[in-house]
């Protein structure tokens, strides 16, 4: 299934009307397979809705993200966003600061306990870890 169509059938499905604008939201997760700023994001969108507003665009990602169709990603220079995961249950990420592409990491730190105090109750989390991609290392040392 193409990532702008899982956009749309996880909006359909949590009953968020599905307009125009949401729809080119949807079509620009389909054209890069890369994490995307809200800027980046504004930009491509006000290209098409002259007048669109920054807030408005944060305030889609935001109900996105609540729905469960996209995640955040944060990198060292502010917080971009991508189709979330649906190939795997709960994960985590390795991020390349270089290419910028994100993999899963298919075990949790959380499961195994370490230091988190005795009737702590997690409601959330997150964990990411940043470094470079085989490539972008090879890339590096050459």
Same mark, same amino acid.
């Given at each position: 299934?193409? *990532?702008?169509? #899982?956009?749309?059938?996880?909006?359909?499905?949590?009953?968020? !009307?599905?307009?125009? =604008? !949401?729809?080119?939201?949807?079509?620009?997760?389909?054209?890069?397979? =890369?994490?995307? +700023?809200?800027?980046? /994001?504004?930009?491509?969108?006000?290209? /098409?809705?002259?007048?669109?507003?920054?807030? +408005?665009?944060?305030?889609?990602? *935001?109900?996105?993200?609540?729905?469960?169709?996209?995640?955040?990603? +944060?990198?060292?220079?502010?917080?971009?966003?991508?189709?979330?995961?649906?190939?795997?249950?709960?994960?985590?990420?390795?991020?390349?600061?270089?290419?910028? =592409?994100?993999?899963?990491?298919?075990?949790?730190? /959380?499961?195994?306990?370490?230091?988190?105090?005795?009737?702590? =109750?997690?409601?959330? #989390? +997150?964990?990411?870890?940043?470094?470079?991609?085989?490539?972008?290392?090879?890339?590096? #040392?050459?």
């Amino acid at each position: 299934m193409s *990532r702008a169509r #899982h956009i749309l059938e996880v909006m359909d499905q949590c009953g968020l !009307r599905i307009t125009d =604008q !949401r729809k080119t939201l949807a079509a620009i997760f389909e054209e890069t397979h =890369q994490p995307l +700023t809200p800027k980046k /994001i504004y930009g491509r969108m006000n290209e /098409i809705y002259k007048g669109l507003s920054l807030d +408005t665009v944060y305030r889609n990602l *935001r109900k996105l993200v609540d729905i469960g169709a996209i995640e955040p990603i +944060t990198f060292p220079d502010g917080v971009r966003y991508q189709v979330k995961c649906t190939h795997v249950n709960h994960h985590h990420h390795l991020i390349c600061l270089s290419c910028e =592409q994100t993999m899963p990491i298919e075990m949790c730190p /959380i499961e195994l306990g370490i230091g988190i105090p005795e009737k702590f =109750q997690i409601v959330q #989390h +997150t964990f990411q870890i940043h470094g470079y991609c085989a490539i972008c290392s090879e890339d590096k #040392h050459e």
